[in-house]
């Protein structure tokens, strides 16, 4: 009976394991340890928190937190990227894309040409808003009005 | 092996058992000495073990007791008989104090039971055994557990102790050769002799006894008078029995009381009793269909009724 | 004649009132014993904790032998899942987000809510019967003269193995369905096995949906547990009481179930926002 107690425990425990490891996303956000960086958009679209953060679209950290400035009428977007990558120039650029036409939407980083490099608590200075997709439509259509 | 138990010398552990009056007691066996449970000091000089006054007990609005007074001799044995339904079992209940009285008292062994508190009245509960109509052992251990369960529960004894005590009570009862069985193989008199030998396992100063001879075919019945009788002499204990098979009460109860309606009918022994005065007492303990109860449910007239349409 | 009549209807409204009060009441009663009862046997617990063996015992009669319905029930229900999700997600040309519906589904959902109406249906019921039956053939009673209290030699170590069980049947059922959603989507649909799992762990959460689905099914199991000890040791002490008590236990225990995910649901939701 002990046995098959033990077994079942076991079993439980191994189960947990799988679902921690194996399908959620535990092993592959290491959340905590990384470092914030802060961005300014005119319009984040349907960024969220917790959305991905992407450089040459290798996953390097995770949007942790989205606040407006009620003064610059800006959204500023708190980015937390890994320790291991830490070697962003000053001047990279952050855009937001959309995955495929109706995906998930993503913070895209390209790097600049600077030596400095940033660091905890720094802000990004360039920044590309969200693509929304009226707004495309909208203008295609009033180019082509306006031929 | 000999054994050495309250400064006696026995020279081997058939049962054991301690003076009435002693604290406590340490049993020695072969290379081990067990110190036993203390026993409560009982008040001696006392032969009332159990008291009841002016009991009270309602159901919502049916009373079950009624102002019931009622004594219980030491190392005797006391019978309440009456009809079915008369609250024989709840009587029980209240001296065990699994239910509360709306008056009253009880007192056992000088204390009133429903005053104590839940470690006191589990404590007092130790030293009063009780065999259930069903027998009610636990169902998913075997016959040997069974009886070995009280003294796991409430002492330390090493393992070796408790077999020899469980041993020598189920050869008290005849059923050692039982012991490997589980209650659902064990006949409705075997269940009630196996709950005994659980009942006595802790040395209990009383015992009751909730409607023995019920359902039992004349040998088991026999035996189980034989082994309340013998188990009353030889241990000294006070016992209650609870019934209304009216023969096999009377041939070993001391003293009885014949309740019905929530009142003591009458009581006395059984010599008394066979003589007594109350016209309702002797319908029932002969047994007689027609009497102060009568044999018709009350109706209306039997010709009326007939032809009524 | 007519007031006659209209007096009779009036007092037959009079009496479904008074029924539905004292339907009402009697419920009212029951739940508060119910309250009461929780209580003395989460005191009880302390005591349970220094007679591990007790546990251990309980562990096996309500865990070890309801883990076969939930293994076979997890593995349809992925089956299930893997089968239909596809054929939703083909349309959209999307069937690589398989994994994502399977694990979602499962680990926020169905996992903790099936394993759930499963553990009230097997270790429930056994659970209510049990105790019924314990109570009918006064065994609580004759523990209470032995001087055991039954709370903490019965119902205790009970509740506590409910408490234990149901977080790993949980668990053990999501991952066998997503095994199960795994062996038709990239077994016989073809979807890439890269991408099942690649999809389902970035949309799986840790915290918010793993964690999720874990607190539910602790809820689950110590709502179902109480349930049915609470119906078994309150149960009519006759072989039609314990009956009776058996399925209510059940019934009660899957409303229960249900009910509480959906306050949990929303309560976790709106605390992920």
Known sequence: MEVWVGLFVAAGFAALFMLAMKVSNMSTVSSGDGYEIFARFGNIGGLNVRSPVRASGVLVGRVSKINYDSRTFEAIVTLTIENQFNQFPTDTTASIFTAGLLGEQYVSLTPGAE???LKQGDTIMFSDSAMVLERIIGKIVTDKLSE | MQFLLCGRVYPALHSVQCPVQAESCRLT????????????QDS???DILIRVRGLTFRRGERVIFDNVDLDFQRGRITAIMGPSGTGKTTLLKLITAQLTPDAGSVEVASRNIHALSTPELFEMRKRMGMLFQSGALLTDLTVFENVAYP???HTQLPERMIRYLVLAKLQAVGLRGA????????SGGMARRVALARAIALDPMMIMYDEPFTGQDPISMGVLIKLIHTMNDNLGLTSIIVSHDVVETSSIADHIYVISDGRVMDQGS????ERTASEWARQFLKGLPDGPVHFHYPAGDYAEDLFEN | MKTEATAVSANGRLDAIANAGRRAFVFLERTGRAGLFLLRVLQSIPAVLARPGLIVQQVFSVGVLTIVIVLVAGAFVGLVLGLQGYNVLVRFNSEASLGTFVGLT???ELGPVVTALLFAGRAGSAL???LGLMKATEQFAGLEMMAVDPYKRVLAPRMLAGFISMPLLAAIFSAVGVLAGYFIGVGLLGVDAGAYWAQMQSAVDFDEDLMTGFWKSLAFGFAATWVALFEGYDAEPTAEGVGRATTRSVVSASLLVLGLNFVLTAFLLETDT
């Not at chain 2, 066996?29 to 409560?40: C, E, H, I, N, S």
């Not at chain 2, 059984?270 to 009793?273: G, H």
Request: net charge neutral; proline share 13%; charged share 20%.
């Open chain 2, 179 to 186: 012991a490997g069985l589980l209650p659902a193989q064990l």
């Open chain 2, 151 to 153: 003294l796991r529960e």
């Open chain 2, 270 to 273: 059984p010599a008394e009793l």
């Open chain 1, 115 to 117: 030596d400095a490099v």
């Open chain 3, 128 to 130: 209510t019967a049990e």
């Open chain 2, 29 to 40: 066996g072969p290379g081990q000495t067990v110190k036993l449970p203390a026993r409560m």
């Open chain 3, 106 to 108: 499962l680990v926020r």
């Open chain 2, 44 to 46: 001696p000089g006392s």
